[in-house]
Each structure stands twice: as C-alpha cells, then as structure tokens.
C-alpha cells in the first residue's frame, strides 16, 4: 500500500514538474501598429493622446492616424508618436442574450394566466401564473440591465513603454 501511495505522489509530482510557463508564439498584436492600419475606415474609434478623442477613421498611414470628429465634421490628424491607446466601438459578447425571449413569454403567460385564473376565480392558477410572472419579471429586469450597454470599446493599438 505505501509502494502504491509512494508511486501515485511521485507520478503526480513529476507531472507538475513538466509544466513550464506560457511563453508567446510572436509579437504582441496589442503593441503593433499594423492593428491600427487593419481597423476599417469609417469605424468609430477612440483614441487617447492626452486626452480622449472620438470619432469616425478616416485614414491610417505608417506615421500618422487621421479620424473625422465628430463624424463626418472635421478631420484631425495626429502623427504615430502622439497615439497612446487605440480603441474601436465592438459589440459586447453576450453569453445569455437567448434568454431573452423565453423571459418574455414568461412575463407575458404568467399575467394572462393570473388574468384568467382571477376571471375563473381559481385561485390556484392565479397564485401559479403571478409565481410565473413574478419570476420572469425579476430575470427579464436583470437580464435587461446586463444587456442595457451592447456595445463596448476595446484595444487594438498600445504605444510601447520605452
């Protein structure tokens, strides 16, 4: 038996030896430029010098970023050293965005059957479809809140620290 436990701990401590640290197959795409020149043109952006500055793209070059702001307005071009951050208008990934209709119907069924059960003076299908619609009305409240903002920016372009 201790042979059995000696061989299990040394197996399982070897094992965790072999494991190394995750170490990257290239460059960081999230400090390369060529991020930037891949945004398409017209896309809204957010770029930050020293302060934040939104707008439509309008051109990219290997030493400069021009933007319309507001879009369609006025150009503003900036030269490649200025740019700090890069940041495009993304819609947000949603894990749950199906749930939104079975919620619906939920919220819908629950109060005609409570309607129907108070019509039919049945107060065992009231108090179920009120429990139904009770349910589906708090999930469908939290469910809207999560989804309220559906799109957000994310960062395609960081100047590198020198």
């Known amino acids: 038996m201790r042979r059995a436990i000696a061989f299990v ?9 072999a494991h190394r640290p995750h170490v990257a197959d290239g460059p ?26 939104d707008g439509g793209l309008y051109d990219v070059t290997d030493s400069t970023l021009t933007i319309r702001v507001p879009p369609g307005v006025h150009r ?36 005609a059957g409570a309607l129907v059960g108070a019509a039919m003076r049945d107060s065992k299908v009231a108090f179920l479809s009120l429990g139904v619609f009770a349910a589906s009305s708090i999930g469908g409240f939290y469910h809207f809140m999560y989804h309220w903002v559906d799109h957000e920016w994310r960062a395609v372009y960081l100047r590198p620290s020198d």
Do not use: E, N
Request: hydrophobic share 50%; aromatic share 6%; proline share 6%.
């Open 76 to 111: 503003l071009t900036m030269s490649r050293a200025q740019v700090v951050r890069v940041a495009v208008l993304v819609p947000k990934k949603t894990h749950w965005g199906w749930l939104a209709k079975p919620l619906a119907v939920g919220i819908v069924g629950g109060l």
């Open 9 to 17: 701990l040394s197996l399982t401590l070897s094992g965790c030896a």
């Open 28 to 53: 960081d795409r999230l400090h390369d430029w060529a991020s930037v020149v891949a945004i398409p043109r017209g896309a809204p952006v957010r770029v930050t010098l020293d302060y934040d500055v």
